[in-house]
């Protein structure tokens, strides 16, 4: 038997959690934990907010790959995440990248989950779960985007595996469920007109907080004349979500529609600076 060929090929790990508390009315560093090829910087703020910078060191992901994230933003902290960059996630010849989130929000608190872009690339496999539990005046806000290649590079997803999972909970009572799935020939299937009608981009945005229904005039004008993007306002047991979709040629096209109403959102206050370095 071949030596060389027994040994598995090495994979990237890492865990990172970030803990929030308040302190002098800031919020600040509560518990910081770093594993393996997760890490997490703090840039510095000029106001109440922290605002945290995921990092993968491995730079970029592939099949076998397993990252974890974990936030807990304590009561009334307010707390903004996101990425140093684009994730990555490369061809896999075998296996599948593993991505987690969990995020814990209490009372009176409130997380902005903004990570940049993932890109996919052609034969990417990639599975990822987002878990979020509230307390009941907690504030959540959560966008993830998605660009099937990077068009000014010319690159085509033909196929591969997307699948991601979306659980928040208030208060333990489920109050929305997400599960996407593109598996096989992506390039055929994104051409559907109830898929992706041809578009390379894509993303998802989530709010949840009380004032729901006065944002949303705004939000809708903001969307005026977008063909590719669409805004909801739900009830359930009480609680109110906003639920967006968007579809886009490219992912400039995307930001482009994308941070009017991430601005919106958290109150005129722009994307993280990351987002533009």
Not at 154 to 183: I, T
């Amino acid at each position: 038997m071949n030596k060389a060929a027994s040994i598995a090929p090495q994979r990237a790990w890492g865990k990172g959690r970030l803990v929030a508390k308040t302190a002098l009315g800031q919020s600040r560093i509560a518990e910081l934990y770093q594993e393996g090829c997760a890490k997490i910087r703090l840039p510095k703020t000029f106001d109440a907010s922290m605002e945290a910078v995921l990092i993968n060191s491995s730079g970029g992901l592939t099949g076998g790959d397993r990252i974890v994230w974990e936030v807990a933003a304590g009561a009334g902290t307010d707390v903004t995440v996101t990425t140093q960059a684009c994730e990555k996630i490369y061809k896999a010849s075998a296996d599948t990248v593993a991505v987690a989130t969990r995020i814990e929000v209490a009372a009176g608190a409130r997380v902005d989950w903004l990570p940049q872009e993932t890109i996919l690339f052609d034969h990417a496999s990639l599975s990822r779960s987002l878990d979020v539990e509230l307390a009941a005046d907690a504030t959540f806000l959560a966008v993830e985007a998605v660009l099937l290649g990077r068009k000014a590079m010319g690159e085509v997803v033909h196929a591969g595996l997307f699948r991601d999972r979306w659980r928040v909970r208030v208060e333990g009572k489920l109050l929305h469920a997400d599960n996407l799935a593109l598996s096989g020939e992506i390039a055929s299937l994104g051409q559907r007109r109830a898929v992706l009608d041809g578009a390379s981009a894509f993303a998802t945005l989530l709010y949840v907080g009380p004032d729901c229904e006065p944002l949303l005039p705004r939000l809708r004008s903001l969307l005026d004349g977008e063909a590719g993007a669409g805004i909801s306002h739900f009830q359930v047991d009480g609680r109110d979500k906003l639920v967006a979709r968007f579809v886009a040629p490219d992912g400039f096209a995307l930001r482009k529609i994308l941070i009017p109403i991430i601005s919106h959102l958290r109150k005129q206050k722009t994307v993280p600076k990351v987002w533009v370095l």
